[in-house]
T-cell receptor, first 112, second 116 residues
């Protein structure tokens, strides 16, 4: 079965600096998709970035990029130039059949 | 509306009562999902609807939980005889292209259920 592991319960980053949120996954499927979502205190899950297992390049979406290391089964999210509004919970997820399997999440706090 | 809409945003109920949670997906999205987010269990899949196909109910925790989707659009999640352990945030999501690459699920703001 698919499993997502996020080992950092909480992270701090100074405003304007970059931060990496870790995610490792376990699957026996050769084809899979990995997602990152942001959940601010308002509760809504906001889609950030997607990486397909056969994608040749690491995904990027504005200030978000995904450091995808397939052999290590890791899909770390990199946020560049952190902003105060980036303070939120971040979830890594993987598709499994008709559903998403989520990690436990990482709380990110951006300091001014 | 542009996004997934859920109502009510908050619901407080007494143990043993039935509750209904509503989800209005993004227009044109054929797939609809329900998840539950609780402190102890994290984010858990509950049920999935795709078009007119039979729903995937594999994540429903007990027979007190049921869901329907009328006309391929709005969905209602019903919890009968609520228990305190049902207290959680219930999230609904929809997507346009299930079964394909890059099937992005877009979420609503959730319904926070508190069972007293």
């Amino acid at each position: 079965a698919q499993k997502i592991t996020q080992t950092q319960p909480g992270m701090f980053v100074q405003e304007k600096e970059a931060v990496t949120l870790d995610c490792t996954y376990d699957t026996s499927d050769p084809s899979y998709g990995l997602f990152w979502y942001k959940q601010p205190s308002s509760g809504e899950m906001i889609f950030l970035i997607y990486q397909g297992s056969y994608d040749q390049q690491n995904a990027t979406e504005g200030r978000y990029s995904l450091n995808f290391q397939k052999a290590r089964k890791s899909a770390n999210l990199v946020i560049s130039a952190s902003q105060l509004g980036d303070s939120a919970m971040y979830f890594c997820a993987m598709e499994y059949g008709n559903k998403l399997v989520f990690g436990a999440g990482t709380i990110l706090r951006v300091k001014s | 509306g542009a996004g997934v809409s859920q109502s009510p945003s908050n619901k407080v109920t007494e143990k043993g009562k039935d509750v209904e949670l509503r989800c209005d997906p993004i227009s044109g999205h054929t797939a609809l999902y329900w998840y539950r987010q609780s402190l102890g269990q994290g984010l858990e899949f509950l049920i999935y609807f795709q078009g007119n196909s039979a729903p995937d109910k594999s994540g429903l925790p007990s027979d007190r939980f049921s869901a329907e989707r009328t006309g391929g659009s709005v969905s209602t999640l019903t919890i009968q005889r609520t228990q305190q352990e049902d207290s959680a945030v219930y999230l609904c999501a929809s997507s346009i292209s299930p079964g394909t690459k890059r099937n992005i699920q877009y979420f609503g703001a959730g319904t926070r259920l508190s069972v007293l």
